[in-house]
């Protein structure tokens, strides 16, 4: 079981950028493995910002986090 | 992209650094002579750019260039690539074949990855280069070659040759005049000029007006390592024109790779773990920097900003904190707050 805290240490380390620009990456809920996320701010729209965070964010969760299963943008 | 062909050493961008000036000067006083050159540097630095260059600056211009990577071939295949065959010489070999010796008659040839090119092979590339000559394969003829040969390589050829994988004699025929490309880590301050100019090139290719850039994305531009050099910034640049929705790059558009890999904190030297046992090789100059730069992270954050209050708690002068500023690549301005997280300095 995945703990919020080993995901928002993840998500920590690129907030300050993203917050920077005007958006933010917000966890809404950690179901078993897998981490629920929202796109927020200046981003939050755009479909490519979509595409790359979304599938960076999910592979320096796997990578971090042993059993890390999956991400979802909702 | 450039096509070949249409090469103008008006289209490229080498940098403004003081190492990078210094290369294109000397391209400049060694376009003249028709001796070789050899370019060492990482993967994506720009050897073929300066290969290019070199030519287009030279008195063989307006004749051929050739440009072949010694590590597509395999053994075999390298030297009928490089010399051409004659017609029966192997199976298939249906017709006669000039080799890239030949079709750099009268101009230029660039070998690149020469430190791929086996042993065996290293003997008949020195005769061909010391007597200008080249024999195709399967043929007895001796054709005579007027080319300049410039070799690329991503390693130390010198280190090669000490530890016997690359031949003395052909070393020192190719080793005349050396060109040392830096990697893009330790020539950060070129980072925006060189990002500007690939975000200009691909948006007037794709027909849109060039976006404005972030500060955040100038920053995370600035601290990433960039493994792959230009190559990579490059590819990075035409990723984000193509898929910018809004006008204007944002961290949302930047790949999340360089995010982190921006993000990741540096290990201090002080702490770095360097193990005896084992002869990892490190380097000085990148290290020093990082301390540097996470030293000037920290007096601008809590200077807020302030660059005469930075340099006096850094004990250097107002003018020197502005050159060091800009060697290392930190931004001057915005996101005092993401660099403080990111470089994980004490407030």
């Not at chain 1, 179901?31 to 927020?40: D, E, I, K, P, Y």
């Not at chain 2, 400049?28 to 073929?48: A, F, L």
């Not at chain 2, 490309?181 to 330790?186: D, F, I, N, V």
Request: aromatic share 6%.
């Amino acid at each position: 079981m995945v703990s919020r805290d080993q995901i928002e240490s993840v998500l920590g380390r690129v907030r300050p950028m993203m917050q920077a620009d005007g958006g933010d990456i917000e966890l809404v809920d950690v179901q078993g493995n897998s981490a629920h996320v929202r796109l927020t701010g200046m981003c939050a729209g755009c479909p490519s910002a979509h595409m790359t965070l979304y599938m960076g964010v999910e592979m320096a969760l796997r990578d971090e986090i042993k059993d890390f299963e999956e991400l979802v943008v909702v | 992209m450039r096509a070949p062909g249409s090469f103008s050493p008006d289209d490229i961008v080498v940098g403004h650094s003081a190492r990078m000036r210094a290369i294109f000067d000397f391209v400049k006083v060694v376009s003249r002579s028709d001796s070789s050159v050899i370019i060492t540097g990482e993967s994506g630095t720009g050897k073929e750019v300066i290969a290019n260059l070199l030519h287009h600056s030279s008195s063989r211009r307006h004749q051929p260039f050739v440009a072949v990577s010694c590590a597509l071939f395999s053994e075999n295949l390298i030297e009928t690539e490089l010399f051409g065959h004659e017609r029966g010489a192997f199976t298939g070999a249906i017709k006669d074949k000039p080799g890239r010796f030949e079709m750099a008659q009268g101009g230029t040839l660039f070998l690149d990855d020469i430190d791929d090119v086996p042993l065996s092979m290293q003997v008949k590339l020195l005769r061909a280069i010391q007597n200008r000559t080249v024999e195709r394969v399967g043929g007895t003829r001796s054709i005579s070659v007027n080319v300049r040969v410039i070799t690329g390589s991503k390693r130390d050829l010198k280190k090669m040759v000490a530890e016997g994988n690359f031949r003395e004699d052909l070393f020192y025929r190719l080793n005349v005049l050396p060109i040392v490309l830096p990697p893009l880590r330790e020539r950060r301050e070129d980072i925006p000029l060189l990002s500007d100019f690939f975000f200009r090139r691909f948006s007037r290719a794709r027909g849109i007006e060039t976006p404005a850039i972030s500060p955040a994305v100038r920053y995370a531009f600035s601290r990433y390592r960039w493994p792959g050099n230009v190559r990579e910034l490059e590819n990075a640049c035409e990723r984000i024109v193509q898929t910018c929705t809004c006008g204007t790059v944002r961290t949302g558009c930047v790949a999340a790779g360089v995010l982190f890999g921006a993000c990741d904190p540096v290990p201090a030297a002080s702490t770095a773990e360097l193990s005896a046992g084992e002869a990892q090789s490190i380097s000085l100059d990148d290290r020093l920097r990082d301390v540097e730069s996470n030293l000037i992270t920290w007096a601008l954050k809590v200077s807020d900003g302030n660059k005469s209050k930075a340099a006096e708690l850094l004990s250097i002068k107002r003018s020197t904190l502005g050159d060091r500023i800009a060697r290392c690549g930190l931004m001057d301005t915005g996101v005092a707050e993401a660099a403080d997280v990111a470089v994980g300095v004490p407030a």
